[in-house]
């Protein structure tokens, strides 16, 4: 691999943590709706208002009473 393809793929990798970190909060969280949260942070999170909207999802706290 030369070294813009390394670059392009590190460049990559450091996207997709990002992207994908809403869903990452939202498992440390043991949040019970996970996969609401990773549909929206898949399906929107290209949108700035759709991963910020799972990002603040992931960050709130769950309601325990039924």
């Known amino acids: 691999m030369n070294h813009d393809g390394a670059q392009t793929f590190l460049l990559l990798v450091v996207f997709l943590i990002l992207y994908l970190l809403p869903t ?3 498992e440390s969280r043991h949040k ?3 996969w609401a949260i990773f549909t929206l942070n898949l399906l929107l999170g290209w949108t700035v208002v759709g991963w910020i909207a799972a990002m603040v999802w992931a960050l ?4 325990t009473r039924s």
Request: proline share 0%; charged share 40%; net charge neutral.
């Open 24 to 26: 990452k909060v939202a």
């Open 32 to 34: 019970r709706n996970i």
């Open 60 to 63: 709130t706290y769950d309601d």
